[in-house]
Nanobody
């Protein structure tokens, strides 16, 4: 089992920045992919970004590419999401995800075995 704990959400004005963290514990040695999803009220959970432990490869949703940066500290089993130039449409609960099961594509919420509890990000206009 792997436990994921997010932190760093909050309220920010449009154009501002926030940084999220996700600390993993438990059987983390087998976890390669870690990423972030988000879910706005009334909407499906959607992919935001992914990073691999094995080669540091990163993937981003088109809506956040160039504004968000995902990074990882393998020694601390922690993944980060730096969010810049935030927009009101970025408002959502952000979830950390880990350990792909390859039941779908990396952008699919069904492709991950472990989830954090979520942290709220609110961007005011």
């Amino acid at each position: 089992q792997v436990q994921l704990v997010e932190s760093g959400g909050g309220l920010v004005q449009a154009g501002g920045s926030l940084s999220l963290s996700c600390a993993a514990s438990g059987r983390t040695v087998s976890v390669d992919a870690m990423g972030w999803f988000r879910q706005a009220p009334g909407k499906e959970r959607e992919f935001v970004a992914l990073i691999r432990r094995s080669d540091g490869g990163t993937y981003y949703a088109p809506s956040v590419k160039g504004r968000f940066t995902i990074s990882r500290d393998n020694a601390k089993n922690t993944v980060y999401l730096q969010m810049n130039s935030l927009k009101p449409e970025d408002t959502a609960v952000y979830y950390c995800a880990a350990d792909r099961n390859y039941r779908g594509a990396y952008w699919s919420k069904n492709d991950y075995n472990y989830w954090g509890q979520g942290t709220q990000v609110t961007v005011s206009s």
